[in-house]
Nanobody, 120 residues
């Protein structure tokens, strides 16, 4: 089993920055890919960014490219999402995810979520 704990959410104004962190514990050697999803009220859940642990290949949804950056510290089992130039449409609950097999399919593990609110 793997446990994921997010931190770093909060409230900022448009154009501001936040950095989310996800600390993984447990059987972390089983993790193939980690990333972040988000879900805004009344909207479908959306994959924001993913990183393949072995070679650090990254994926970003088009709406965050150039603004969000993923980084990982495998020694510390930590994943960070740096979010710059935030927009009101980035407001959502952000979830850290991990998969044992894929970056674009089923996620075996989910964190509890952290709220990001961007005001105009």
């Amino acid at each position: 089993q793997v446990q994921l704990v997010e931190s770093g959410g909060g409230s900022v104004q448009t154009g501001g920055s936040l950095r989310l962190s996800c600390a993984a514990s447990g059987y972390t050697d089983s993790i193939y890919c980690m990333g972040w999803f988000r879900q805004a009220p009344g909207k479908e859940r959306e994959r924001v960014a993913s990183i393949r642990r072995v070679n650090e290949d990254t994926y970003y949804v088009d709406s965050v490219k150039g603004r969000f950056t993923l980084s990982q510290d495998n020694a510390k089992n930590t994943l960070k999402l740096s979010m710059n130039s935030l927009k009101p449409e980035d407001t959502a609950t952000y979830y850290c995810v991990a998969s044992r097999t894929t970056c674009f399919g089923y996620n075996d593990y989910w964190g509890q979520g952290t709220q990001v609110t961007v005001s105009s």
